[in-house]
């Protein structure tokens, strides 16, 4: 089975700087994604990694070890409409479909 | 132009009955998905759907039963519905393949309220 960890609840203020961390455990990864859901909204894709690094999408940044089954989501210059729930899920080798962990609250405040 | 649509949003009935909820997407993918999140947002997997077959069935229980007519839809049909059955139901769409990012677009959700 996979197991994926993320903290329930996070909270920063606006323009401050904010990572949350995912951890997971599978056998056969192949990918990990990063979704951010608005209260009352469907999920929407932020970003994908399936190699080591850091990807930069602007204000968004995902970063991946692989060896470590750790990523995190950076998001710089935080705005009041980030706040949301942010879902960390994992695909594995072989399946197109995701695991998601529970997701992370997060609560910007001015 | 909507990408991933549902009918009905909100949905509410009695126990023991019998309900669908409906899916459709423009996006021309081949894969579709249905997931379950709980009063707790946890997003679980349900069903997904290549070209028409069912390619992975989550642990659910045989009174739920997806449907597809063409590639374009996935229904859901619900038997025999249970309080626990209560949840938000999303429909997704993604390109078929297990590799590289092929993203899932979700639908906006149906809220089901079982009396």
Not at chain 1, 72 to 92: G, I, T, W
Not at chain 2, 1 to 18: E, F, I
Not at chain 2, 58 to 78: G, M, Q, Y
Request: glycine residues 8%; charged residues 20%; neutral net charge.
């Amino acid at each position: 089975g996979q197991n994926i960890d993320q903290p329930t609840e996070m909270t920063a203020t606006e323009g401050a700087i904010v990572q949350i961390n995912c951890t997971y455990q599978t056998s056969g990864f192949n990918g990990l994604f990063w979704y951010q859901q608005h209260a009352g909204e469907a999920p929407t894709f932020l970003s994908y990694n399936v190699l080591d690094g850091l990807e930069e999408k602007g204000r968004f940044s995902s970063f991946l070890s692989r060896s470590k089954g750790y990523s995190y989501l950076l998001l710089k210059e935080l705005q009041m409409k980030d706040s949301a729930s942010y879902l960390c899920a994992v695909r594995k080798s072989g399946y197109s479909t995701l695991t998601f962990g529970k997701g992370t609250m997060l609560l910007v405040s001015p | 132009d909507t990408a991933v649509s549902q009918t009905p949003k909100y949905l509410v009935t009695q126990m023991g009955n019998d309900k669908s909820i409906k899916c459709e997407q423009n996006l021309g993918h081949d894969t579709m998905y249905w997931y379950k999140q709980d009063s707790k947002k946890f997003l679980k997997i349900m069903f997904s759907y290549n070209n028409k077959e069912l390619i992975i069935n989550e642990t659910v229980p045989n009174r739920f039963s997806p449907k597809s007519p063409d590639k374009a839809h996935l229904n859901l049909h619900i038997n025999s519905l249970e309080l626990g059955d209560s949840a938000v139901y999303f429909c997704a769409s993604s390109r078929s393949g297990t590799s590289g990012n092929n993203e899932q677009f979700f639908g906006p959700g149906t809220r089901l309220t079982v009396l």
